[in-house]
């Protein structure tokens, strides 16, 4: 699986949540994944989509800050949690997590990342609409 990333363009939004700053998108946002020679998933998150990037406690963000290299992963990450229906769980988790690679995250906090949304995700996931 290969991700190319477009373009992330945001504005804080003043609000927060959680402790975290929300952040509005403020253009489109362009992701094609592909999953082989053959397929090839294409997402658009639209502008005006709020983010707080990586949900990470406020205890951690002198080592892992919400908004770090990875904050494109995690806005692809919390628009497909909001569509549920289009992706399950497992697969907005993993799309994250090979993200988190390409994106040049270290092996260590690659994976406590992502073990964090396969252990504590589900409170997020379904909570949302």
Sequence with gaps: MIIEFGKLSVTPTGRTKGGRAIFRLVQDFDVRINISDDAA????????????FASTPWFLHRIMPPAGKYAPVAVIHDYLYRRQAACPRVLADAIFRVGLKQLGVGRIKRWLMWAAVRLFGWMSYHKLP
Excluded at 41 to 52: A, H, Q, R, S
């Design 41 to 52: 998933l294409w997402i658009v998150v639209t502008e005006g989509f709020e983010t707080d």
